[in-house]
């Protein structure tokens, strides 16, 4: 997991683990991009870590690959994983996987709260921004958003719908 020492504290983590769809990453990125609501170049609002080695591992075993980078573990409340099933998608949906563990929680009540949907959900690139603006600003919790993945019938997060026309 190379270019950790490099990236934006600020920025969401995108850890690419699927390389054999060019176009579809392309795709994804595009999306990224144009959903950015970052002032300056959109790109500048996620950092992708290529991680060919973490091809077909489990949420587990990519968890701990990061663990071991304790800056940047202690920077995440959650990452975005582009995997295989992101780059077969039409919607080319991400897995966002929270980084919080029981230890942080003062309590199970707690814990258990906050994975009650599971501890990863997917997304939509677009949704990116905000899941990772919203934690790290402590507006939302990682529930908020697992749950209305939950509700979607593909299981994705999408957005939060408004009721104002």
Do not use: C
């Amino acid at each position: 997991m190379v270019a950790l020492s490099e990236r934006n504290e600020f920025s969401a983590v995108i850890i690419r683990t699927d390389f054999t769809d060019e176009a579809a990453w392309r795709e994804m990125t595009a999306e990224l991009a144009r959903s950015s609501h970052y002032d300056g170049d959109p790109v500048e609002s996620y950092d992708v870590i290529d991680a060919p080695e973490l091809d077909g591992a489990d949420t587990d075993a990519i968890l701990a690959a990061i663990s071991v980078h304790e800056k940047l573990w202690n920077q995440l409340s959650v990452v975005f994983i582009a995997d295989s099933t992101t780059m077969r998608a039409d919607h080319h949906a991400l897995l966002a996987v929270t980084t919080m563990t029981r230890e942080d929680f003062d309590d199970d009540e707690d814990y258990e709260a906050m994975v009650e949907f599971g501890r990863e959900f997917r997304t939509v690139p677009s949704g990116v921004h905000s899941i990772h603006a919203n934690l790290e600003l402590a507006n939302m919790e990682f529930e908020d958003f697992s749950l209305s993945a939950h509700e979607d019938s593909e299981g994705v997060f999408r957005s939060f719908s408004s009721t104002a026309d």
